[in-house]
């Protein structure tokens, strides 16, 4: 029962007990902080283990956040070495989780592909100790075949001077034969008079005829 203790106006919680073999009636009563005093300690413990199990919640977040991104933190970070072409760079961790698989399996992949990119550079060397080596031969025949063709315009142009040293002799000959054959005709038409200046002087000359020499 609620009531009011004293002349104090405090609140009381009382308890009346009838005690009818003595005809007695036995009254309890107790103020209502004192009563409930066990409660608010109660509710004050209640509070403490909840801000309690609070933080242990939160540092326990905090423990696990850090345990699965810090893998994850330093599998973003081999990342970006890899992209900038730095392939020694190593992610693999200790951890027997899936990130840790992942970042082991990173690894494998980025010692796989430093391994293609060394044959890649060395196929590259090959190839380009090939086309080295053909372009030189290649330069070797080109020259060779300038060569060839200077070789081959001079004789053609010493064909050609020799024609025309043949052709300017074979025109002099022409000349010089003519010159000949007109020469020969003068002096068979020389040799000629002569033979008919020799007939006539052999000729008998008549008494009545003068003895003048034929003329030609």
Not at 8 to 25: A, K, N, Q
Not at 75 to 102: C, F, K, M, P
Request: with cysteine; proline share 4%; net charge negative.
């Amino acid at each position: 029962v609620l009531g009011v203790f004293g002349g104090w106006g405090t609140e009381v919680l009382r308890v009346y007990v009838h005690l009818p073999e003595l005809g007695w009636c036995v009254m309890a009563e107790m103020s209502e902080k004192e009563a409930f005093a066990p409660v608010a300690v109660l509710v004050n413990a209640m509070l403490l283990i909840l801000v309690g199990f609070l933080l242990l919640a939160i540092i326990s977040a905090i423990m696990i956040s850090g345990t699965i991104t810090e893998p994850i933190v330093k599998l973003h970070h081999g990342t970006e070495e890899i992209i900038n072409g730095n392939l020694d760079h190593r992610v693999g961790t200790s951890a027997r989780d899936e990130i840790g698989q992942l970042s082991r399996a990173f690894d494998e992949m980025t010692a796989n592909l430093k391994e293609s990119r060394k044959e890649l550079e060395e196929y590259s060397r090959s190839l380009e100790r090939i086309v080295k080596n053909r372009t030189a031969k290649l330069d070797r025949r080109i020259a060779d075949t300038e060569q060839q063709r200077l070789a081959i315009m001079n004789i053609a142009v010493d064909i050609e001077d020799a024609n025309k040293a043949k052709e300017s002799e074979i025109a002099e000959r022409k000349a010089a034969q003519k010159e000949l054959s007109g020469a020969n005709k003068k002096l068979q038409d020389a040799v000629n008079r002569a033979n008919q200046l020799a007939v006539d002087a052999q000729a008998p000359t008549h008494p009545n005829t003068p003895n003048t020499p034929n003329t030609p």
